[in-house]
């Protein structure tokens, strides 16, 4: 399995980006979707994340601003990013618990990594 991210780039203080991802492989079923991201210098940290069933979480620092969505029959975890700040600057990351089969435990993947540079 392999989740394939892209969509990063650099845009204004104020713009806007939408990040895909992409998990190609052999998959039974997928579970959480979730978006992370790391600054230069700062731990990884969770942005945006959903549920097999639709349900999202977001943290306070990108709520109203992001957001996360899933098509099931693509295998595919879109992140909407509005009204970008420079302190969103930060490589990306994807992730999916998924199942490769049904005789098989759920694990996490995760994607390379997908760069969002907001200037002032």
């Known amino acids: 399995v392999q989740l394939q991210a892209s969509g990063g780039g650099l845009v204004q203080a104020g713009g806007f980006l939408r990040l895909s991802c992409a998990a190609a492989?052999?998959?039974?079923?997928?579970?959480?979707m979730d978006w992370y991201r790391q600054a230069p210098g700062k731990e990884r940290g969770m942005v945006a994340s959903?549920?097999?069933?639709?349900?999202?979480i977001y943290p306070d620092s990108v709520k109203g601003r992001f957001t996360i969505s899933r098509d099931n029959a693509k295998n595919t975890v879109y992140l909407q990013m509005n009204s970008l700040k420079p302190e969103d600057t930060a490589v990306y990351y994807c992730?999916?618990?998924?199942?490769?089969?049904?005789?098989?435990?759920?694990?996490?993947?995760w994607g390379q990594g997908t760069e969002v540079t907001v200037s002032s």
């Open positions: 992730k999916a618990v998924i199942q490769r089969s049904r005789f098989d435990f759920s694990r996490a993947y």
């Open positions: 492989g052999s998959i039974f079923s997928i579970n959480d």
């Open positions: 959903i549920a097999s069933g639709g349900r999202t």
